[in-house]
């Protein structure tokens, strides 16, 4: 089995930033395609960030791009999002997930087969 866990959310300000780490253990980390999503409550978990298995190329949905940054580091089998200028509609629990690695970087959470148990992020005005 493979066990995805997530640290570094908390209570900030908006304008504040935050660094979320996702340590992986029992798989091929380097050849699993990695993502960032969030669910605010009653609301559906959104497409936050994913990363291929080499780093070498990167997506965002414009809610987040120009803002949040996510990066690997293979060896470490750990993935990060470095979330700058956080506002309050950032609030929400960040989860993350793992997929086997083919060309695609995918948006939807049904193409994950892992999951992290989630962290809260939760900004303040």
């Known amino acids: 089995q493979v066990q995805l866990v997530e640290s570094g959310g908390g209570l900030v300000q908006a304008g504040d930033s935050l660094r979320l780490s996702c340590a992986a253990s029992?798989?091929?980390?380097?050849?699993?395609?990695m993502g960032w999503f969030r669910q605010a409550p009653g609301k559906e978990r959104d497409f936050v960030a994913a990363i291929s298995p080499n780093g070498g190329n990167t997506y965002y949905p414009d809610s987040v791009k120009g803002r949040f940054t996510i990066s690997r580091d293979n060896a470490k089998n750990a993935v990060y999002l470095q979330m700058n200028s956080l506002k309050p509609d950032d609030t929400a629990v960040y989860y993350c997930?793992?997929?086997?690695?083919?060309?695609?970087?995918?948006?939807?959470?049904?193409?994950?087969?892992?999951w992290g148990q989630g962290t809260q992020v939760t900004v303040s005005s």
């Open positions: 029992g798989r091929t980390f380097s050849r699993a395609s």
């Open positions: 997930a793992a997929r086997p690695a083919d060309f695609l970087l995918a948006t939807i959470p049904g193409a994950y087969e892992y």
